[in-house]
C-alpha cells in the first residue's frame, strides 16, 4: 500500500511543491504520486530544502544560546516535477495539476502497474527509497528506435549490458544481439563479483557464437574484399584510390589486391599502371600504401570470411559475441566497421529484394563499446552513424555504450530514443545529457548522486519521464533464471555405468584366460 508523505502548498505549472510528513524519507528522483479529486499525478523529486518559519538573525540568535523563541515551526519542503495523469484506468501527460493540501504518497506496486514500467528486455526494478518495486524493461519494439548506455567507469556499465544481452538471447529467434566487445570482459563478466558473463548463460552453446582474435577467428580473406568495402576501412580514402581499386579488380578479379601489391613490390607504381593503364603516381601509391598496411593475420590471401559466418548466425537468432581484445585500435576499428556494414546491408538487402524472408529475421541489437570512438563528430564518419541514423525500418538496432556522451555526434545523439543513464561525474558529460534529453531538464543533481548499479531510463515513446531503476545484478539474474532444459534423455546414474564396466571388464578377463 501507499504510505502517505505530505500534502501539497504550492503549485506552479508542472512543479509542485509539498511539505514533507515528520518521518518520512525520500530520495532524488523517487516517484510520489499525488490524488487530487478523481484524478493521481506523477511526479519525480528534483530538489529539496529546510527551513524554519524564523528570521535568519533569529536563528543565530537561538543557535548562539543569547536568546530562545518560540512558538515555531520547522519545515521540510520537496519540490517535484509532473510527468503524468491518470484518470480511472487511463493514464497520459497532464492536463492539469494538483490542488493545495492534495495527499502525496510514495509509490505503491499498484503505481509502478499504472506506470507501464515493464517490458519483455527486463533490466531491474524501480527504485522507491530503499524500496524495490514492479520490473522495469525496454520493449523489443523499442530496439530498432536506437539505445544509448552512459555511465561513468565503475557505474554498472558492463552489468547493464550484460544484462540487456541476456534478455536479447532469452528472447531469440525474435531477437538476436550483435555484440563488439574491446576489453574481452563479457564473455567472461570480467569485473563482475562473483565473475559470470555470457559463457556462464544457459543458451550459451545453443544461442551464442563467440569469435575471438586470440583463437584466431576474426579472418576476412583478401579474396573477400571488395573496392566497395575500403572506405569502411579507410574512412579518409579519396574517391581517384576507389576508381583505381575497382579497375584493378575488373582486370584481376578476387586475387586483385595480391597481384597489384606484388606487381608495385616489383616495378613500383609503373607495374600498376600497367595493369590498368593508368600513370597517376600519387593516386596508385595512396593506394598501395594502404593494402599494404593490411595486417596479413586478419586479412590472409583466401576466400574465408567469419563474416559470412556471422551474417548467417543473426540470421537464425543467433547472438554473435566479437571479442576484438588483443589487437590493435586500427585493427579492432577495421574488423568492426567491417562487420556490422555487412550485417547491416544485409538486412537492408532483404528489405530491398525480399522483403517476406526479411519479416522473418529476428530484430537485431548491435552493442558498441567505446562508442564516442566510432561516434565523436570531429572524426571521419562511420557505417554506426548510418545505422543510427537511417536503418530503424530495417529493424537494425544501435547501442552506443560510453562514459563519454559529450563526444557522441548530436545528430546521432537524438535519435537514441532510449537512454540508459549512469552515475556521471563529469559536468561536462552531464550537461550534455540533460540538456539533450528529454525530462532530465531538473535532474543534473541526481545523475552525480547516483550509486553503482543505479540508472535512470527513458525510452520513448513507451516512458516518457526518467524512471530511477536498479539494474539486476547479472549473477542473481542467471541464479534466479536456472537451467535450460534442452529435453535431452537422461544420462545413466554413475553407479549403475560402474557395474556395467566392472562386468565387461570380468567378461574380457575370461576371454582372456580361455
Not at 515528520?22 to 529546510?50: C, H, M, P, T
Request: glycine share 8%; net charge neutral; hydrophobic share 35%.
Amino acid at each position: 500500500m501507499s504510505e502517505p508523505t505530505g500534502f501539497v502548498r504550492e503549485v506552479k505549472g508542472d512543479r509542485v511543491f509539498f511539505f514533507l510528513d515528520k518521518g518520512s524519507n525520500l530520495s532524488f528522483g523517487q516517484i510520489v504520486r499525488i490524488d487530487s479529486n478523481e484524478r493521481s499525478f506523477y511526479a519525480r523529486v528534483v530538489n529539496a530544502e529546510s527551513k524554519s518559519t524564523l528570521e535568519i538573525s533569529e536563528q543565530l540568535r537561538e543557535a548562539e544560546g543569547k536568546e530562545a523563541f518560540g512558538p515555531y515551526s520547522r519545515y521540510r519542503s520537496v519540490e517535484a516535477i509532473l510527468f503524468l495523469e491518470r484518470r480511472a484506468s487511463k493514464t497520459r501527460s497532464p492536463t492539469f495539476n494538483p490542488d493545495y493540501k492534495d495527499k502525496v504518497f510514495t509509490a505503491s506496486p499498484e503505481d509502478c502497474s499504472a506506470l507501464k514500467l515493464a517490458g519483455e528486455l527486463e533490466i531491474g526494478r524501480l527504485r522507491s527509497g530503499e524500496r524495490l518495486l514492479g520490473s522495469v524493461g525496454i520493449d523489443v519494439a523499442s530496439i530498432q528506435l536506437m539505445i544509448g548506455m552512459f555511465g561513468m567507469t565503475g557505474s554498472g556499465k558492463t552489468n547493464c549490458e550484460l544484462m540487456l544481452n541476456a534478455r536479447v538471447i532469452d528472447n531469440s529467434p525474435k531477437t538476436v544481439g550483435l555484440i563488439f566487445d574491446f576489453a574481452g570482459q563479457l564473455l567472461t563478466g570480467k569485473g563482475i563479483e562473483p565473475r559470470r558473463g555470457l559463457r556462464d548463460h544457459p543458451l550459451f552453446h545453443s544461442k551464442v557464437r563467440h569469435y575471438s582474435a586470440r583463437e584466431g577467428k576474426l579472418c576476412i580473406g583478401l579474396h573477400t574484399l571488395h573496392p566497395g568495402r575500403l572506405r569502411t576501412i579507410f574512412p579518409e580514402i579519396g574517391r581517384p584510390q576507389i576508381r583505381v581499386a575497382r579497375r584493378l579488380y575488373e582486370k584481376l578479379g578476387g586475387s586483385w589486391i595480391e597481384g597489384s601489391l606484388g606487381a608495385y613490390g616489383a616495378e613500383g607504381y609503373v607495374g600498376v599502371g600497367k595493369i590498368i593503364n593508368y600513370k597517376a603516381k600519387s593516386v596508385i601509391e595512396a593506394l598501395m600504401s594502404k593494402l599494404s598496411d593490411l595486417p596479413p593475420s586478419l586479412f590472409p590471401p583466401s576466400n574465408y570470411n567469419f563474416i559470412d559466418d556471422v551474417i548467417q548466425n543473426v540470421s537464425q537468432g543467433v547472438t554473435c559475441l566479437i571479442d576484438t581484445s588483443g589487437l590493435s585500435s586500427e585493427e579492432q576499428h577495421n574488423i568492426t566497421c567491417l562487420t556490422a556494414s555487412n550485417v547491416a546491408y544485409h538486412y537492408k538487402r532483404m528489405w530491398e529484394s525480399n522483403f517476406e524472408e526479411w519479416k522473418k529475421l529476428p530484430t537485431l541489437l548491435i552493442t558498441l563499446e567505446e562508442a564516442h570512438e566510432f561516434l565523436d563528430p570531429n572524426l571521419p564518419k562511420t557505417i554506426f552513424s548510418d545505422i543510427a541514423l537511417t536503418y530503424r525500418k530495417y529493424r537494425v538496432g544501435l547501442n552506443a555504450v560510453t562514459p563519454r556522451p559529450s563526444r557522441v555526434n548530436p545528430n546521432v545523439f537524438a535519435e537514441l530514443w532510449t537512454k540508459v543513464i549512469m552515475k556521471t561525474e563529469l559536468r561536462r558529460d552531464r550537461v550534455y545529457l540533460t540538456e539533450n534529453t528529454p525530462y532530465l531538464e531538473y535532474s543534473d543533481t541526481e545523475i552525480k548522486m547516483l550509486d553503482v548499479g543505479e540508472a535512470l531510463l527513458i525510452s520513448e515513446p513507451k516512458i516518457r519521464f526518467a524512471v530511477p531503476v536498479k539494474v539486476t545484478h547479472y549473477p542473481e539474474y542467471l541464479d534466479e533464471r536456472g537451467g535450460h532444459d534442452y529435453g535431452l534423455p537422461e544420462s545413466q546414474k554413475l553407479s549403475d555405468m560402474d557395474s556395467r564396466l566392472k562386468q565387461l571388464g570380468k567378461h574380457r578377463s575370461i576371454s582372456l584366460e580361455k
